[in-house]
C-alpha cells in the first residue's frame, strides 16, 4: 500500500570507525577531558526573549559539547552479554542553529550520535555517520559548508580522545 503523503529516499552516508590503542576506560576519560558537557544556560535567556545574549553565550562555547550519553551496552544485560558501548549526542547548539535556519530537517542529524564501543576482541573504538553525508541529503551549500567543518571538529577531537 502506498500513500501520498508518505516519501522515501535513500542517500549514501559515510561511516567513519576510529580505532584505539588504549582502553575503553582511558578513552572514555580522555573524551569527556576533550568535550564539555553542554552549559543550557542559553535556554532560559531564550525562554525570556534575551535572544542576543543567549547568541553571545552560544558563540563563546565550546566548539562542541556532550549533550548527553547512554549506557548502551548495559542494554546488551537483556540478552545476556553485556558490553562497553557509550552512545554520545555530541555538537553545539549555535553550530546546529546554522544549518537549521536554511533547512529545518538538518535537525535530523543534530547533535551527531557518536559510539564508543569495544568489541569482544578488546578493540576500542568510535563509530559515527559524517555530517557531511547526512546533512548532504539536503543540497543547500550553507548547510554543506557548516557540515564540512563539523566533519573536521568531528573527527579531530575524536581522534584526540582516541590517541
Given at each position: ?18 580505532r ?15 568535550l ?24 563563546a562555547?565550546?566548539p562542541?559539547s ?37 533547512r ?6 543534530a ?50 580522545a582516541?590517541?
Open positions: 500500500m502506498t500513500s501520498s503523503n508518505i516519501s522515501v529516499e535513500e542517500i549514501m552516508v559515510g561511516h567513519v570507525t576510529i584505539s590503542g588504549n582502553s575503553f576506560a582511558t578513552v572514555r576519560a580522555k573524551l569527556k577531558t576533550l564539555p558537557r553542554l552549559d543550557e544556560g542559553f535556554l532560559p535567556l531564550l525562554r525570556e526573549g534575551l535572544v542576543d545574549q543567549a547568541r553571545q553565550e552560544l558563540e562555547a565550546a562542541l556532550i549533550f548527553g550519553e547512554r549506557d548502551h551496552g548495559a542494554i546488551l544485560a537483556i540478552a545476556g552479554s553485556p558490553r562497553r558501548a557509550i552512545q554520545y549526542d555530541i555538537g553545539n547548539p549555535h553550530t546546529a542553529s546554522l544549518m537549521t535556519r536554511h529545518i530537517s538538518a535537525g535530523l542529524y547533535p551527531i550520535r557518536v559510539l564508543l564501543r569495544e568489541s569482544p576482541e578488546g578493540e576500542v573504538a568510535f563509530e559515527y555517520d559524517r555530517p557531511a553525508s547526512t546533512f548532504g541529503q539536503f543540497g543547500d551549500d550553507a548547510v554543506d559548508t557548516v557540515a564540512r567543518k563539523l566533519d573536521d571538529d568531528l573527527r579531530n577531537v575524536l581522534q584526540n582516541a590517541s
